[in-house]
């Protein structure tokens, strides 16, 4: 049973979240009626998980050095030793080849994007996570990779104004979980992340408040400027919804640090159940 466990913690199925944006696709092309569309976006979530984990486990592998220098991340499995390198490598060999697996069956296409992100994010964990600015946008992009992976696996196009937002959205956040980590770890900060050394606080609150408002322009523009009209009128949801994040983010920054803890708010929870299924309904319209 240990060794399953170390398997499951090393996998981080609590990142599984990530990889919802590739659903965005199935509510906008109004899919979410035919059966069969349900079935490709679930079996790609799937998929999309098991290459974000083949990564993870790839990142632990590479990091494993450092991990045990670090005060959080040492008690990773890798990094402990209760977990060898040899079961590490197969572990993850086993993820990607299963990802890849299951997104070739979907569609060619589909799985060239799963792919795509593959290699994205071994570049992120390799060389571009050191790099001032690029380790946010490459995890931005990464979240634009996943929406376009969504649409290809039941193969509709999407918007452009989507990929803005969803660009946008990933750069929010990224930024919000920076300034998470910078309030939390204070001056060991640059052991948990080498990028640390160079941002500060009051950078990371700017650029919040910048893609934040960005967001806001995105979504206000493609509510008027879409066939979907009629979703202006969830704007005051939208807005509730990022300003109850931002409010969190801000005043807790474990919930910075770690973005799937805003899922336990019940504010978001509710305000995002009413959004969603308002949305499914002007699309439907």
């Known amino acids: 049973m240990g060794i399953l466990r170390d398997l499951a913690k090393t996998a981080r199925p609590e990142q599984w979240y990530k990889n919802l944006i590739a659903f965005v696709a199935l509510i906008f092309a109004a899919e979410f009626t035919d059966l069969n569309a349900v079935f490709l976006a679930f079996a790609g979530f799937a998929a999309l998980c098991l290459v974000s984990s083949a990564n993870y486990v790839f990142n ?3 990091d494993v050095k450092r991990d045990k220098e670090n005060p959080e991340k040492k008690k990773r499995p890798l990094a402990s030793g209760s977990m060898g390198i040899g079961v590490a490598w197969l572990f993850f060999l086993l993820l990607l080849f299963a990802g890849l697996g299951a997104a070739f069956l979907i569609n060619m296409l589909f799985f060239y994007a ?4 593959f290699v994205s994010s071994t570049l992120y964990s390799l060389c571009f996570k050191k790099i001032l600015f690029l380790d946010i946008i490459s995890i931005s992009v990464n979240f634009v990779i996943r929406a376009v992976a969504g649409a290809a696996a039941i193969s509709v196009l999407i918007s452009a104004w989507l990929v803005i937002g969803i660009f946008f959205f990933a750069m929010f956040l990224a930024t919000a979980k920076r300034h998470g980590e910078l309030e ?3 001056e060991n900060s640059h052991r948990h992340r080498e990028t640390l050394r160079h941002y500060d606080k009051g950078l990371m609150f700017s650029l919040m408040n910048i893609f934040m408002a960005v967001l806001f322009m995105v979504f206000a523009l493609y ?10 009128w969830l704007m005051p949801f939208f807005v509730f919804i990022v300003l109850r994040a931002y409010y969190i983010m801000v005043n807790n920054p474990s919930a910075a640090a770690k973005p799937h803890r805003l899922m336990k708010d019940r504010g978001l929870l509710v305000s995002g159940i009413f959004f969603l299924a308002g949305l499914m309904a002007v699309v439907i319209l």
């Not at 509510?223 to 202006?232: A, F, Q």
């Open 184 to 186: 939390m770890l204070q």
């Open 223 to 232: 509510s008027l400027s879409s066939k979907y009209s009629l979703m202006i």
């Open 60 to 62: 632990d592998i590479m």
């Open 114 to 117: 799963c792919a795509f992100l």
